[in-house]
T-cell receptor
Framework: GQSLEQPSEVTAVEGAIVQINCTYQ??????LSWYQQHDGGAPTFLSY????GLEETGRFSSFLSRSDSYGYLLLQELQMKDSASYFC????????FGPGTRLSVLP | GAVVSQHPSWVICKSGTSVKIECRSL??????MFWYRQFPKQSLMLMAT?????????EQGVEKDKFLINHASLTLSTLTVTSAHPEDSSFYIC???????????FGQGTRLTVV
């Protein structure tokens, strides 16, 4: 089976940097994805890491270590609009989501 | 990016009736589609995985006779909630992708309310 762990909540102020960690257990692994979801909306894709290392896309970066079954999402220069839930998802036997991390950005 | 269209966006139905939700990939062929269910302030729980032309694979605890999934073409999958009850009220979301090792694209979701 597949299981993932994430912190349930994170709070930070505008302009700060936040790292959201994700650890996973899976049988079969293709990659780790990150999604953002605002209340009432559908998840939107942020990143997909298939190989070890850091991938940067604008203010967001995502890291993967396959040997450690670990990844993180790094959000820089936080803005109020970044307040949302962030989910990691394992692309393995199935496409399974973690429990989600609720990020609150304060002024 | 690729677009996945899900309809309806919301539906209210009476207990005992059936509701069909459609998920279409508009500009790509989706070999695999996933159906999720999400309760308020919780994560997306995978219900089933469907591959075009074959029977869906249901997750443990999901009743396949209650949640009927059909993936008849590379661009369309449907989820039918049969004999709906108030406890089936939830947010249902589909996603689609072209194969493994690729990102999944999500529909807009369907908010089902059973009264």
């Amino acid at each position: 089976g597949q299981s993932l762990e994430q912190p349930s909540e994170v709070t930070a102020v505008e302009g700060a940097i936040v790292q959201i960690n994700c650890t996973y257990q899976t049988s079969g692994f293709y990659g780790l994805s990150w999604y953002q979801q605002h209340d009432g909306g559908a998840p939107t894709f942020l990143s997909y890491n298939a190989l070890d290392g850091l991938e940067e896309t604008g203010r967001f970066s995502s890291f993967l270590s396959r040997s450690d079954s670990y990844g993180y999402l790094l959000l820089q220069e936080l803005q109020m609009k970044d307040s949302a839930s962030y989910f990691c998802a394992v692309d393995g036997q199935n496409f399974v989501f973690g429990p989600g991390t609720r990020l609150s950005v304060l002024p | 990016g690729a677009v996945v269209s899900q309809h309806p966006s919301w539906v209210i139905c009476k207990s005992g009736t059936s509701v069909k939700i459609e998920c279409r990939s508009l500009d790509f062929q989706a070999t695999t589609m996933f159906w999720y269910r999400q309760f308020p302030k919780q994560s997306l729980m995978l219900m089933a995985t469907s591959n075009e032309g074959s029977k869906a694979t249901y997750e443990q605890g999901v009743e396949k006779d209650k949640f009927l999934i059909n993936h008849a073409s590379l661009t369309l999958s449907t989820l039918t909630v049969t004999s709906a009850h108030p406890e089936d009220s939830s947010f249902y979301i589909c996603s689609a992708r072209t194969g493994s090792n690729t990102e999944a694209f999500f529909g807009q979701g369907t908010r089902l309310t059973v009264v």
